[in-house]
């Protein structure tokens, strides 16, 4: 048997990725993957695309999305898989994510323009080729085609990111009522880069425990770009000890991000036949909606 290789977090065009669908999956073929998770912010768009994509290639497409949600306002990021897309309570929910995205944008544009670097609303939308998940990224595509800065990481680091002078917070629901969305939703929740970004400090053990046993988190990612050998080390601990799926995944961005190559980090095939398992138990769609 051959062995399987499954990157279960990925972003596409649809949010701030910069391959589409179709062009992630080829990717994902050319990585000798045999499973691509797609998990675009905060929504299903990117889903069917991939789909089709797959079939094609002869990959297998694990539907996600990564959730938007916060605790006591710091933002943490929760990964999907296998959510109804047409659950009403999470789509009521992620329509106000995307709501809230595309009304901080005016804002942003402002702080920026006031700062010296006149940009406007058109020019990100541009950037943005039409996604229905505008974020901020899209704003550092903007400036970088204006020439103010070389590119997404100077953009964040000097003016977007959550410490700078431009940056304006958006909704986000709490990260509990979050992960019993995505559960009521069929699917299977799991805490992305948990211990990344100072996240540490929120995700605490003691919180994570909480998490596990009242809340049903069903995994952490151990193995991600942002998680140095040390964290790896006590997340994967952590893991075994209160029983959490252990993921792997790239969190590829496409040139978005440089550190994050497509398949850079891989999930166990035992993991990935647990999630779908779950899925199918909760009566979710671990390949997307439309396909039954
Ligand atoms: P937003 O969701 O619009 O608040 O923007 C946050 C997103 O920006 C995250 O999901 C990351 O994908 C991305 N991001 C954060 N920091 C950086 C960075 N330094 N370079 C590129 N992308 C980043
Ligand atoms: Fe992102
Ligand atoms: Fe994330
Ligand atoms: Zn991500």
């Keep these: 048997?051959?062995?399987?290789?499954?990157?279960?977090?990925?972003?596409?065009?649809?949010?701030?990725?910069?391959?589409?669908?179709?062009?992630?999956?080829?990717?994902?073929?050319?990585?000798?993957?045999?499973?691509?998770?797609?998990?675009?912010?905060?929504?299903?768009?990117?889903?069917?695309?991939?789909?089709?994509?797959?079939?094609?290639?002869?990959?297998?497409?694990?539907?996600?999305?990564?959730?938007?949600?916060?605790?006591?306002?710091?933002?943490?990021?929760?990964?999907?898989?296998?959510?109804?897309?047409?659950?009403?309570?999470?789509?009521?929910?992620?329509?106000?994510?995307?709501?809230?995205?595309?009304?901080?944008?005016?804002?942003?544009?402002?702080?920026?323009?006031?700062?010296?670097?006149?940009?406007?609303?058109?020019?990100?939308?541009?950037?943005?080729?039409?996604?229905?998940?505008?974020?901020?990224?899209?704003?550092?595509?903007?400036?970088?085609?204006?020439?103010?800065?070389?590119?997404?990481?100077?953009?964040?680091?000097?003016?977007?990111?959550?410490?700078?002078?431009?940056?304006?917070p958006r909704y986000e629901p709490d990260l509990i009522d979050a992960i019993g969305l995505v559960r009521a939703a069929g699917g299977v929740a799991v805490m992305a880069h948990p211990w990344a970004r100072g996240r540490r400090s929120v995700l605490t053990e003691a919180f994570l425990t909480e998490l596990v046993h009242d809340h049903g988190l069903d995994g952490i990612e151990v193995f991600h770009p942002e998680h140095d050998e040390h964290v790896r080390a006590e997340l994967g601990t952590l893991a075994a000890k209160l029983e959490l799926l252990p993921f792997g995944a790239s969190d590829y961005h496409g040139t978005g991000k440089t550190n994050n190559p497509l398949g850079c980090e891989t999930t166990d095939v035992a993991v990935y036949t647990e999630v779908l398992a779950r899925i199918q138990a909760r009566g979710g769609y671990p390949h997307g909606r439309m396909l039954g």
Aim: negative net charge; charged residues 20%; contains cysteine.
């Design 1 to 168: 048997m051959s062995i399987l290789r499954a990157d279960l977090h990925t972003h596409s065009t649809v949010s701030d990725g910069t391959d589409t669908p179709s062009e992630l999956v080829a990717q994902a073929a050319r990585a000798r993957l045999d499973v691509i998770g797609l998990a675009d912010h905060d929504t299903f768009a990117g889903l069917a695309e991939a789909y089709a994509a797959a079939q094609h290639w002869g990959v297998e497409l694990l539907a996600g999305m990564e959730f938007s949600t916060q605790r006591n306002g710091s933002s943490i990021h929760l990964v999907a898989y296998g959510c109804d897309p047409d659950n009403a309570a999470l789509a009521v929910e992620l329509d106000k994510v995307r709501a809230s995205r595309s009304n901080r944008l005016a804002t942003m544009v402002q702080l920026l323009t006031e700062a010296g670097l006149p940009i406007t609303v058109a020019d990100v939308r541009a950037q943005a080729g039409g996604s229905p998940s505008l974020g901020r990224p899209h704003i550092a595509d903007a400036l970088v085609a204006r020439g103010y800065v070389a590119n997404r990481d100077e953009a964040f680091a000097t003016w977007l990111g959550d410490d700078c002078p431009c940056y304006v």
